[in-house]
């Protein structure tokens, strides 16, 4: 029994012994690296004397970006003329407290223009975009269906390649209180049906008599105590380069937060675009801004 | 078979339930019970302290010949039915109790009660022994089912003086734990959340504690664990994986006994003894985490863990056929497993499990049946916490209403039930759960289920079921088949077990990372349906001499309608959620030793588990509808070596284990993210950060394992007091075993490191 004893203690500490080497770390090496070597986003606007690009640097770790420049080289290139632009580095502070890498450069785009954007690193490791501008819109009124309550406005913006967006902004006149004078404000919403035609023109539908309430609500009146008179009414549209379609039809950001799904760029993630936005402004009839629910002098 | 909805639904139900109700009366009527025949019942106790003794063989023996036999159940209780009258010589043995003899006359229609008190001594060896206690050890696995019993659980080296279940648990071949943190199984292929955890009938929803060691049953409460890996019988339902049916100690009838313990990650106390000697006990435990002031000095890190548990019971023979018992559980954790990075601060989670259960058994003399009434009273508060304040919260209340009857025939049993749930469920969860910034929802389940048990030819016993689980609030039901065979052939034994089973509460939570211990309750709201498992298991076991038993064990599982986060790149928690289907194929081996002064067992389990997500958004991303995964909790390889020697006057146990190591998803990068919707404005709007990940969970981490020994003496002291020291090593050869990677930063949060242990318990009687 004894002799049993001592042999299992034996083998006990024979196995600690042999055991006891393994006792190390087995690294890990979670990050693998790639390529790709920045994200870009943002876009180049031809009504802006300013061009501006947000950079992330495809990095190993996730840090906080710091308040010191970015090892990057932006230049952009007028495919057209051949003009090279040199970027500059700016550390922004965003209201949330981060800091963010802004590029900018103090030119006007071309309209309808393709532009090469690269951003190089001190190692050689680059990324680059191909970006066309759009071309200068040109918008009219096509018709005004104008009913008791009911103005709908029918725009057509041609030789754009795409509209994304539109905002509509009114005008209006509001009394004092006192009805002594009036003051006048602007109301803007993020409004408008857009359609594509078959012929490359767009379809832009402004509802006056629709929107009547949103005005409302943002001056704080109420219809039929308060009168709103409207002088002119502002419709501004998101022109953009033919490539900036979502690959799922809206921009939803759980879908296209994966890199990659939503990307122009080359040897790295991001998406930059050609935009500007085109303004177009008209004034109404009487009638129509009666119709519409508006009060006329 | 699987959801079922709308009229065809309903009248299925209706028919099964027509058919069930059928059976019920069939059940129990005398002409299918036949119980003109006698019937003896009662209930087995042992002497020193009036517990209830389980696997006791029962006898009745006639000019020397064996006429009947049986074991004890659990509580004690046991029945020998549709006995030919006559005289008879009742024997009851039980391996360290003396034997237990008796004479009876039992005439035509005899309804006796009989309890029996074992002393305990010597068996006699010579003794026939009916059915041993063939369903308790490691290697003895019936059908997904190990019987676990204190002593199995106080083997197990932990750092405290006391034994705890989930160190058991950890043992067990096809039962995953993440790490020593986090209190997370994850059994057979299953996650945490599709576990059923009862404690003498409650449901507890979050039962292990935050540190891995322990969970909220001590060694000190417990008289019996069933664990049902799979394959469980029809009596459970409403989780689709697993069940862990925990009975608690009834306290000493006779005397007063308690012990108080210190060690360095829990101190605490339990005492028990007779309120009416023989008829009425109690029994209280408390324990409360001090690893601020112990272990965390010893290893000199800062571990942010804090527990308690509270469990306190009555138990009552009101007359020689009922039993009456109150129980109460409390349960507090609260600590962090994310400790932050450069971006986030570190998150705290915490909660807490209340629950009551009043539980009374009667077998009532005019029928040849025992019935179990369970109400039971339960509720998880768990919420995700920053350094100030609260981000996300749960909270799941439920009442429940439990029948169980046993209708006893001569060799065989047919079992039925009823249940009824309320719940409540509330959850906060930022919007990140179907658009929810609060929802608090109520649900109702009923249900009923029949088992008859029969002996088929090839001395093959099968238990055969059918439940009928039904959410009236949700307006949805299920067929539950439910199938147990055991076929036992002198030394080998042959089990089988088949089986649907549905949950319709689930748990959200975020398995990205493991540390994602933070779970979400609620009603499945998918169009498609609620998360079903199909399960089928296979098993051989065989004594191969005495002292030496082997057991193997296959099962596959498949996995319909489940629940998983969505994929995003986004860092950190979401409850976006999207279907996925899943299979899991395993096997387990155990072999036990045990032979005085050496005891072990060695454990292999391999697994298998893919799931195949389908979130609609995998095709824009990967190119295909599909994809197909490991999850996170899918460990092909876990080997664990369990050793007790008698070293008079130490005992020393040895536990080593290893895994192989787990799946995670890598990282390409990290930048960040901006919606390019239109007029972005790069000088305001700041973005997110981005992970850039490959496919997901194509890395793998490293292996792991750990060696603990640990050695205990006890020293008599005067007033029948003992003195337990207790000495060991947790991760004796420091194996830097990485716990949480934190793909962020790239830091690693490892496991518990080289902790020695030294713990005092002192208990009298």
Redesign the interface.
Known sequence: MIMD?MH??RG?LLC?VV????????????????D?A??L???LDPTSDRQ???I?????????TRNEPMDAIVRSVNARTGETVSWRDSV?V???L?L?H?FHAPFRADFDTPYTLSVTASDGRSTSVDVRTPPDGEARIVDIASARSQVVIHLEWSSVPRL??TQVSYHVRVPFPDRSDTTTTRVDIRSGRVEENGDGTWRVYIIPSGDLGIVFGALGLQPGRDPIFLDRVEVRA?VTSAD?V???GS?D??????????SNVQDG???V?G?Y?DRFEFEMEEQDERNAGFSVE | MSAINGIATKKRIQFAGMVLAGLFLMAGSPGYSMAQQSIVRGTVVAAHDGEPLQGVNLALYRDGALVIGTASGSDGIYALAQIASGRYDFRATFVGFRTWTDSLDIGEGDRRIINIVLEEGETELDEVVVESDSDVGMARVLAGQTTVRPADVERIPSPDVSGDLINFLTTMPGIVSIGDRGGQLFIRGGEPWQNLVLLDGMWVYQPFHILGFFSSFPSEILQQVDIFAGGYTSQYGGRISSVIDIKSRNGDKKGYAGSATVAPFVSGFSLEGPIAVDLVSFLVSYRQSVIEEGASRLVDDELPFEFDDFFAKTHAFINANTQLSLSLLRTNDRGSVFEGNDLEDAEFVEWENRAASARYLVFPRAFPIMAEFIVSGSRLKSAQTGLTEEVRFSKLSSANTTVNVTHYHRNSEVRWGLFARTLELVSSLDGLYQGFFYRKEYATEVGAYLEPEFMLPWGWRVRAGLRIHSFPSQDTGFLEPRLRAIKVRERDEFTLAAGMFHQEIVGLTDRRDAAGIFTAWTTSTFDQGVPEAIHAIVGYRRAVTQRLEVSVEGYGKKLNNLFIPEWTAYPRFTTRIQPAEGRVLGADFRVEYKNKPFSGFVTYGLSNVRYTAKQESLELWYGDKDLDFRPAHDRRHQVNVVASLDLKPFDLDVRWQFGSGLPYSRALGFDGFMIVDGDLDVFRESGNRRVIYEEPYNGILPTYHRLDITAQRDFSLPGSAILTTHAGVINIYDRQNLFYLDVFTLRRVDQLPFIPTVGLKLAFE
């Open positions: 004893k299992m203690t006990l600690l055991l006891s080497t393994l006792g190390c770390e087995e690294a890990v090496d979670p990050v693998l690296s790639t790709e920045y994200t986003y943002g876009f501006a690009i947000r992330f640097s495809i990095d190993g770790v996730l840090e906080r922004v965003f209201d949330d981060s963010g802004v994304l967006q998101f900036w979502s690959p799922v921009f950001p759980e879908l296209l937060v994966q890199p990659g799904t939503f993630f991001g998406f675009g935009g936005f």
